[in-house]
């Protein structure tokens, strides 16, 4: 076969497919037999797939055997997923009863493609591959089932579908499965939820509906690993606050933001790859403090994120033993106090609040503070443990008690200050 054309385009004979079998027929036409990608026929994911399938799997006709992984392994990786099997429970009991009337099976994977839960109702007799496949501990892995969608998710950590003949194996030819991710605290792959259904077609969008339940999911696991964050939700509506659409993220104690969901990345952007540059005041336009003192309001706030954009924000402080979020509140003789209680304009609450901040003195007296303004004290105070540190910023902050992003913003405000300023 000659795959070595597959990074050529080449137009397809048959210029126009009625039916999404016959494109899916000529795309593996094209890819198995003339060794051409077959692009615009079926989705990048399953070519890409169908590549990684023909270097691990030469007989495509070949019997798929659906082992399940050894008694130990299976134990072992149960106990390894026991709090995304929590979590999940509720969810999972809601996507049963809504396909119950369905041939559909709701599978979850975990992040290696090994089942850890099915629909318990079993496949019917008409179901000969979802009888062997819809068990717990069965690795249905691109690596041993070839591509099925739970099986792209698992390898790639994007949602897909794979509908009939998509599938590498002949067997599986009339299987159809959407599946999407759901991610850890970490950022790792965690799991896959699957919706899959054999012989006949989806009566309904399961992408969008497993997807849906996927992120609920997450959302819940992220909520459960956060032991020792200050879970944001955000959004720019507060009716959409509590349901899938929410934006979370958990805000570690030393100011910086240790994690994001989907709908958090998609409102201030993703998580930079160094934690460095995490800082909570960079990326929300709010410091630690600020974003404290909304945990005591049961209802959503109005605020304004660094971006302009105005959202709505509830705040739960999740602090497990020995963690401690009080060095970010205004207290006397905490320098650090004295930098987050300077007001910046892109941190106000879109309506204006009651704000008086504690004076720190760092062992300053408080007289010393007559005669000059607590916005004069801090720079001075930055400037002179920045001297002392030999003008090193990350041992200034550590010094300071701050996360480094917050003496970056105050720098750089005071340049920028500097050079507007009349002579």
Known sequence: MAFERLGTATAPRQLFSSTPAQ????????????GVRPSGLVGEAVIQSWLRCTRNHSDRQRIVPFDAVTPSRLHATLARNR??????????ASMESALAGTDCRVILTDGEGVVVHVTHQPAAAHQPVLRKTARVGVNISE????????????????????DGAEHYFDVLSQMQCAAAPIRDVAGRLAGVL??????????????SMVALYATTIENRLLQAQSRDHLILRFQASPTLLGTPMEALAGVAPDGTIAWLNGAGARLIGRLPEEA???????????????LLRLERREAAQPLRLA??????????????????????????????????????AAAQPLEAHEHTPAIASHHVPVEALQGETLREHSRKLIEDTLAAQGGNVSQAARQLGVSRGTLYRRLRGWREEDKVAPD
């Open 194 to 207: 699957d919706i899959t259904m054999e012989a006949r077609r989806f009566g309904f969008d399961a992408a």
């Open 83 to 92: 709090e995304l099997l929590e979590v999940a429970r509720q969810e999972l």
């Open 307 to 344: 971006s302009g954009l105005g959202v709505w924000v509830q705040a739960r402080l999740k602090a497990a033993d020995g963690v401690d979020f009080r060095h970010a509140v205004a207290m006397p003789g905490d320098a650090g106090a004295v930098l987050s209680a300077e007001p910046a």
């Open 23 to 34: 494109r899916v027929a000529l795309a593996r036409q094209q890819f198995f037999e003339e």
């Open 276 to 290: 460095c540059e995490r800082d909570v005041e960079s990326m929300l336009g709010h410091d630690l403090a600020s």
């Open 143 to 162: 690596r041993i089932v070839g591509t099925t969608a739970p099986g792209i998710v698992a390898t790639t950590g994007l949602a897909c579908t794979v």
